[in-house]
């Protein structure tokens, strides 16, 4: 056939096809056999980036943003074996996560020094045998240096058996229909709410000083100004804490202090305003940062009572509350000078022995009638109301002290210094025994062992009572006094060696 008169070889353009095919299959033949070869050897390559692809998929969608477990749509394409795979790999990398980034655990359970630590083999000397002071006096504490100390501050909370949530109850208008004692600061708590405060749940709600405001220090009685109870609220780890009411005793500052401690712990002295008055006469007072050392001096208002002890009851007692967010707090009288760190302190006496309230018990009494036959015969407090205190003890059960109570070692604590952490129980612990002095006197040595023992029958927890000798030792007693002032030094003789 031809194309415009000209003939065309037809076998040529036959010939042409056919070769093209050719060698068109034979290059795809080619290529797939390089194919087939490249993924025999990069088998193991391919899957194991095809499979990480997959469990980063699977990961994301499993853990959204919603937090439900999405479930994989059935289909026959679906390989049952690599889901279970994927499965299996999930919950490896979970554990190894876990592995990895350990979490703080949620109690601080304890520590022991090293072995051949000086302070394992620490034992206490004799007393120094001198005939002219046959007084208490101080004696050695095994101290650890500061930089340990610091070191081994608890990250976490220590543990509170039983009880995990304690609120307090406040009242308006005032309920004052009890029994006997109470006041509208500490409320006026009938005996049936006694007995249940100390029946131990997991939650409660006590009676605890301020009941008549929700917030310490804001229109309660022992009322604070704004900016004070601001810097209150920033105390997030260790507080001391001391009073000094009726222009009794001299402000001095603590010494021997770190420049650590001095920049994270905080220091509150409370004052009322006849204090105040005495205060701004001294030379140490600076008004511009209401400071004397390192005390921040804060002036109380309002004082809920007329008997300064009893006031001084309140900070003593109730520091937990005027100060929420602190961990842990040393609190000590007004006529003690601290002269050890802060952190030493709480080391030896709270971390080390792994408990949340420790007390040096009296130097030299023991036993709660003995106390209470002292402090009538040195005039304490009124006779007929140390006897009611202590006969309504009796029929609760109170008995002497003897030795059938080890390891409790004493009924009577000396006072002077308390050193805490701020957990629920020990929490517990103060507002009761806040409660009885509101209730009873205000001679907080006749009801201390009561508290602790209706508190420690319930649950596992008690207080440590060290030696009245290594309070001593971190605690100085200075009271200065006017020559011909009878009556300070009356006080004086009525207050020594007593807290």
Same mark, same amino acid.
């Given at each position: 056939?031809?194309?415009?008169?000209?003939?065309?070889?037809?076998?040529?353009?036959?010939?042409?096809?056919?070769?093209?095919?050719?060698?068109?299959?034979?290059?795809?033949?080619?290529?797939?056999?390089?194919?087939?070869?490249?993924?025999?050897?990069?088998?193991?390559?391919?899957?194991?980036?095809?499979?990480?692809?997959?469990?980063?998929?699977?990961?994301?969608?499993?853990?959204?943003?919603?937090?439900?477990?999405?479930?994989?749509?059935?289909?026959?394409?679906?390989?049952?074996?690599?889901?279970?795979?994927?499965?299996?790999?999930?919950?490896?990398?979970?554990?190894?996560?876990?592995?990895?980034?350990?979490?703080?655990?949620?109690?601080?359970?304890?520590?022991?020094?090293?072995?051949?630590?000086?302070?394992?083999?620490?034992?206490?000397?004799?007393?120094?045998?001198?005939?002219?002071?046959?007084?208490?006096?101080?004696?050695?504490?095994?101290?650890?240096?500061?930089?340990?100390?610091?070191?081994?501050?608890?990250? =976490? +909370? %220590?543990?509170?058996?039983?009880?995990?949530?304690? $609120?307090?109850?406040?009242?308006?208008?005032?309920?004052? *229909? /009890? &029994?006997?004692?109470?006041?509208?600061?500490?409320?006026?708590?009938?005996?049936?709410?006694?007995?249940?405060?100390?029946?131990?749940?997991?939650?409660?709600?006590?009676?605890?000083?301020?009941?008549?405001?929700?917030?310490?220090?804001?229109?309660?009685?022992?009322?604070?100004?704004?900016?004070?109870?601001?810097?209150?609220?920033?105390?997030?780890?260790?507080?001391?804490?001391?009073?000094?009411?009726?222009?009794?005793?001299?402000?001095? =500052? +603590? %010494?021997?202090?770190?420049?650590?401690?001095?920049? $994270?712990?905080?220091?509150?002295?409370?004052?009322?305003? *006849? /204090? &105040?008055?005495?205060?701004?006469?001294?030379?140490?007072?600076?008004?511009?940062?209401?400071?004397?050392?390192?005390?921040?001096?804060?002036?109380?208002?309002?004082?809920?009572?007329?008997?300064?002890?009893?006031?001084?009851?309140?900070?003593?007692?109730?520091?937990?509350?005027?100060?929420?967010?602190?961990?842990?707090?040393?609190?000590?009288?007004?006529?003690?000078?601290?002269?050890?760190?802060?952190?030493?302190?709480?080391?030896?006496?709270?971390?080390?022995?792994?408990?949340?309230?420790?007390?040096?018990?009296?130097?030299?009494?023991?036993?709660?009638?003995?106390?209470? &036959?002292?402090?009538?015969?040195?005039?304490?407090?009124?006779?007929?109301?140390?006897?009611?205190?202590?006969?309504?003890?009796?029929?609760?059960?109170?008995?002497?002290?003897?030795?059938?109570?080890?390891?409790?070692?004493?009924?009577?604590?000396?006072?002077?210094?308390?050193?805490?952490?701020?957990?629920?129980?020990?929490?517990?612990?103060?507002?009761?025994?806040?409660?009885?002095?509101?209730?009873?006197?205000?001679?907080?040595?006749?009801?201390?062992?009561?508290?602790?023992?209706?508190?420690?029958?319930?649950?596992?927890?008690?207080?440590?009572?060290?030696?009245?000798?290594?309070?001593?030792?971190?605690?100085?007693?200075?009271?200065?006094?006017?020559?011909?002032?009878?009556?300070?030094?009356?006080?004086?003789?009525?207050?020594?060696?007593?807290?």
């Amino acid at each position: 056939m031809g194309y415009n008169g000209v003939g065309l070889p037809t076998h040529t353009v036959t010939t042409t096809r056919t070769k093209a095919s050719k060698m068109y299959k034979e290059k795809e033949d080619h290529v797939v056999r390089w194919m087939f070869k490249f993924v025999g050897r990069r088998m193991k390559i391919i899957l194991f980036i095809i499979s990480t692809l997959v469990f980063i998929r699977v990961l994301y969608v499993w853990h959204g943003e919603d937090g439900e477990k999405v479930e994989v749509p059935h289909s026959g394409r679906t390989n049952k074996e690599q889901i279970s795979n994927i499965h299996n790999n999930l919950s490896y990398v979970r554990k190894a996560a876990k592995a990895y980034r350990p979490r703080p655990p949620p109690y601080f359970r304890g520590y022991t020094l090293p072995p051949g630590h000086p302070c394992n083999r620490f034992k206490l000397p004799p007393p120094p045998a001198d005939k002219k002071r046959t007084g208490p006096r101080p004696c050695p504490v095994c101290y650890l240096p500061l930089e340990e100390a610091i070191a081994l501050m608890p990250s =976490s +909370p %220590s543990f509170s058996p039983v009880l995990k949530n304690l $609120t307090y109850i406040h009242e308006k208008p005032l309920n004052r *229909k /009890t &029994e006997f004692g109470g006041s509208d600061f500490g409320g006026y708590p009938t005996l049936k709410q006694r007995r249940r405060s100390f029946n131990i749940k997991g939650e409660m709600s006590v009676h605890c000083g301020f009941v008549k405001g929700p917030e310490p220090g804001r229109g309660t009685g022992f009322d604070i100004n704004e900016k004070d109870l601001l810097e209150m609220k920033r105390c997030r780890g260790i507080v001391v804490a001391s009073t000094v009411f009726d222009a009794f005793d001299d402000v001095k =500052s +603590p %010494s021997n202090i770190s420049k650590y401690s001095e920049q $994270t712990v905080c220091f509150f002295m409370f004052i009322d305003e *006849k /204090t &105040e008055s005495s205060l701004k006469r001294d030379r140490s007072f600076n008004r511009t940062t209401k400071k004397v050392g390192l005390w921040r001096v804060v002036v109380v208002h309002n004082l809920p009572y007329t008997d300064g002890r009893r006031n001084g009851k309140v900070p003593k007692l109730l520091v937990h509350r005027l100060f929420p967010n602190s961990r842990y707090s040393l609190w000590m009288d007004g006529k003690l000078d601290l002269v050890v760190d802060p952190h030493q302190i709480l080391e030896r006496f709270l971390w080390r022995e792994n408990v949340t309230f420790a007390i040096s018990r009296h130097y030299k009494r023991f036993d709660v009638f003995v106390e209470a &036959e002292a402090n009538k015969a040195a005039g304490k407090y009124a006779n007929a109301s140390i006897d009611f205190q202590v006969d309504f003890y009796k029929k609760e059960g109170l008995t002497p002290y003897s030795s059938a109570k080890l390891p409790i070692t004493s009924d009577v604590p000396e006072g002077c210094v308390i050193l805490r952490e701020h957990v629920p129980i020990s929490n517990l612990f103060t507002c009761l025994w806040f409660n009885e002095v509101d209730r009873f006197t205000s001679r907080d040595q006749i009801s201390f062992s009561t508290v602790r023992d209706k508190i420690a029958a319930r649950t596992k927890w008690n207080v440590s009572m060290f030696l009245d000798c290594q309070r001593r030792n971190f605690v100085v007693q200075v009271i200065l006094l006017l020559a011909n002032d009878f009556f300070h030094l009356q006080r004086y003789q009525n207050n020594l060696n007593v807290c």
